[in-house]
């Protein structure tokens, strides 16, 4: 299996520009790849104030972010996962487009585990977690928080995934001195599953992130990005 990721500092308040710089990225990407994961909320960014902020710029399963990364995924004959924040109906999930090689939006993951900032603007996802069968191998999705979900976990290794895709927004605990690699490998220690984790970097209002997009498979880095910068990386899996 051969997977890609994509690490971006959404343009805030420009999802035209940062869906245009994902189009370029994902493209770079999906050229060698047949997996490409890209942040959660990718063309938005994460920090809002409140309910209201964020359904400025929430958007449908089939909106324009579906649009453009779904004609590249056509393009390419990839499969595509991307973050975004979904409008449905009155409700709001920070949720994950999953796009198939021909570009259909093939399911959409609703993040389960709720981190604090969230809370005031997000249902807790209702979709469940689905493992997808490809020509290549076997992925599941999940987003950021759902890593510390022991549930979320747990499926994952009953359902036997070759890959998660793992959309993130990892932000710095401050003085937590726990490293990020090094609790993504732990949360996944056992699993024969790779994490393919697409984080942004930089900050975002008072928020922090990590950077440090990597795809991880037994404790191991097969490929990763470093603290800050935009960028794309493909590794081949064991």
Do not use: H
């Not at 924040?85 to 585990?113: H, I, M, W």
């Not at 097969?222 to 800050?228: E, G, H, K, R, T």
Request: aromatic content about 10%; some cysteine; hydrophobic content about 50%.
């Amino acid at each position: 299996m051969r997977v890609g990721l994509v690490q971006y500092r959404a343009r805030k308040g420009d999802g035209a520009g940062s869906r245009g710089d994902l189009v370029r990225l994902a493209t770079a990407a999906a050229r060698e790849a047949q997996l490409v994961v890209l942040p959660e909320m990718a063309a938005t960014g994460y920090a809002f104030a409140d309910a209201a902020a964020v359904r400025a710029v929430a958007e449908p399963a089939d909106g324009p972010t579906a649009a453009a990364l779904g004609a590249v995924a056509r393009a390419e004959r990839v499969w595509l996962v991307a973050g975004f924040p979904e409008q449905a109906g009155d409700r709001l999930y920070n949720s994950a487009l999953v796009l198939d090689p021909q570009g259909r939006v093939a399911f959409v993951y609703r993040k389960t585990l709720l981190y604090d900032a969230d809370v005031p603007w997000a249902t807790p996802g209702d979709s469940g977690y689905r493992a997808f069968e490809t020509d290549f191998g076997r992925f599941g999705v999940g987003i950021c928080m759902d890593l510390n979900d022991d549930a979320f976990v747990d499926w994952v290794g009953r359902s036997r995934l070759d890959a998660v895709a793992f959309p993130t927004n990892w932000v710095e605990e401050p003085g937590s001195g726990i490293e990020t690699w090094a609790y993504w490998a732990w949360r996944m220690a056992g699993q024969k599953a790779a994490l393919v984790a697409a984080n942004t970097w930089g900050t975002d209002g008072a928020m922090s992130f990590t950077g440090l997009s990597a795809v991880l498979q037994g404790g191991r880095i097969l490929a990763s990005l470093p603290a800050a910068g935009d960028g794309a990386v493909v590794v081949t899996l064991d």
